[in-house]
């Protein structure tokens, strides 16, 4: 398996896992089986890749504005839009969406950065000390 192929199935089950998290949650949001869960979850995947970027240009004063609020409107757009597309996929109103949304995008930066897919990371580093230095004096210490 090639390792592009890899990511993006990696990624695909990732959406995949958080829409139904999402479903499970929400009490707006239903899908029919496994099969309509994952026609969701790549219509979305292919959305936020085509559509997404270019909703955020044509609305980036509003984003910069709401300091990146709006990006959360956005992400429920396209949810509503996906739940509108799939037949066996069903969002029932737009706070629905809104709410999905953001269990998705919670759900899907934790499970990319546990398994390291995305840009999505987080990092747990250990403060470094330099070695033991002679004490030059009862002034303050500076760590930088």
Do not use: C
Request: charged share 15%.
């Amino acid at each position: 398996m090639s390792p592009k192929l890899r990511v993006f199935l990696q990624r695909w089950v990732i959406n995949t896992v958080a829409v139904m998290v999402a479903a499970n949650i929400i009490p707006g949001i239903d899908y029919g089986g496994l099969g309509s869960l994952l026609v969701a979850s790549l219509l979305l995947g292919i959305f936020n890749v085509v559509l997404r970027p270019l909703l955020l240009l044509l609305s980036l004063p509003v984003v910069i504005l709401t300091l990146g609020l709006f990006t959360w409107v956005i992400n429920a757009l396209l949810l509503y839009f996906v739940g509108q597309l799939v037949k066996s996929f069903h969002v029932a109103d737009f706070w629905s969406a809104l709410w999905g949304a953001l269990i998705i995008s919670l759900v899907s930066l934790v499970l990319n950065s546990l398994t390291g897919t995305g840009e999505q990371r987080i990092e747990f580093r250990r403060a470094r000390h330099p070695p033991d230095r002679r004490d030059d004096g009862p002034g303050p210490v500076i760590d930088v």
